[in-house]
Nanobody, 117 residues
Framework: QVQLVESGGGLVQAGGSLRLSCAAS????????MGWFRQAPGKQRELVAS???????NYADSVKGRFTIARDNARYTVNLQMNSLKPEDTAVYYC???????????WGKGTLVTVSS
């Protein structure tokens, strides 16, 4: 099993910045990629950004140029720097880890980000 613990989040005004952090523990050798998803009220959970062990990144179109994902592979941590935040970025953000071999997905408990207009 893999455990993911998030930190960061909170309330910020539009145009502001926040940084989310996530640390993995447990069977971390299983992890091939880490990233962030979000779920806004009444909407489906969606990918925000992810980064593989090899360094390949993937961003949602809505956050490109504003959010940056960073990983420390040695420590199995992943951070999400969020700049120029918009009210539509308001959501619960979930840390995610993926194992390719067995198709396993691991989730954190989520942290709330609220952007006021």
């Amino acid at each position: 099993q893999v455990q993911l613990v998030e930190s960061g989040g909170g309330l910020v005004q539009a145009g502001g910045s926040l940084r989310l952090s996530c640390a993995a523990s447990g069977s971390i050798f299983r992890i091939n990629s880490m990233g962030w998803f979000r779920q806004a009220p009444g909407k489906q959970r969606e990918l925000v950004a992810s980064k593989t062990n090899g360094g390949s990144t993937n961003y949602a179109d809505s956050v490109k140029g504003r959010f940056t994902i960073a990983r420390d592979n040695a420590r199995y941590t992943v951070n999400l720097q969020m700049n120029s935040l918009k009210p539509e970025d308001t959501a619960v953000y979930y840390c995610h880890a993926h194992n390719e071999q067995y198709g396993l997905n691991y989730w954190g408990k989520g942290t709330l980000v609220t952007v006021s207009s």
